[in-house]
């Protein structure tokens, strides 16, 4: 009896580790986070009920919207904010990424391969995944990460980098700049 208790305590703990570390190796792409700009994010937060009117309809299905800026940076002239907009469930928020245009808020547009997408991206981790989304203002991009555990402890990792593009107002997928951010997670 002894023995199963000490069995289940073991399992929980090594659960509770893989979480840590499939969240810890997803939010770790080189280079580090930002320092979070507070004059943008307070700028942004003013913001925050014209941003929810520049949401489409339904966008948070069966839920209400709930913004809050999670952060924000200039690229170059042009101020973007990734906006926590839609609570996913147990460990997933929604995230979108939105720009200022004649000083109102307007959903970033993105592409990839030339064509237009929709992106909102997930942010939150479990057992097995981990997906985080940050503003890399040096490099004038948006990373989409995700991260998942693999056998034998291992893990493995994709970032899609989207880069502003100030000429289409656009954020563009940037293969070579994916692959460089992925091969620093490993």
Known sequence: MKAAGLSAKISALLLALSVFMTS???MSVVPPQQKLDTAEI????????????????????GREPNIGIVNAADF??????LVDYCPGGAYTDWIIAVRLEAGQPVL??????????????????????SADVE?????RAIYDKHCESISGGKF???????????????????????????????
């Open 24 to 26: 810890a190796i997803c």
């Open 42 to 61: 307070a700028r942004w937060e003013a913001l925050t009920e014209q941003i929810e009117d520049s949401l489409p309809a339904n966008s948070c299905p």
């Open 135 to 139: 503003l890399v203002p040096q490099k």
């Open 156 to 186: 493995s990792c994709v970032v899609n980098a989207y880069v502003w593009n100030p000429k289409l107002k656009t954020f563009d997928w940037d293969g070579p700049l994916s692959g460089q951010a992925t091969r620093s997670l490993k």
């Open 108 to 129: 970033a547009k993105f592409r990839k391969n030339g064509k237009f997408i929709w992106m909102d991206f997930a942010s939150g981790s479990s057992v097995m995944h």
């Open 76 to 81: 170059g002239g042009d101020s973007v904010a």
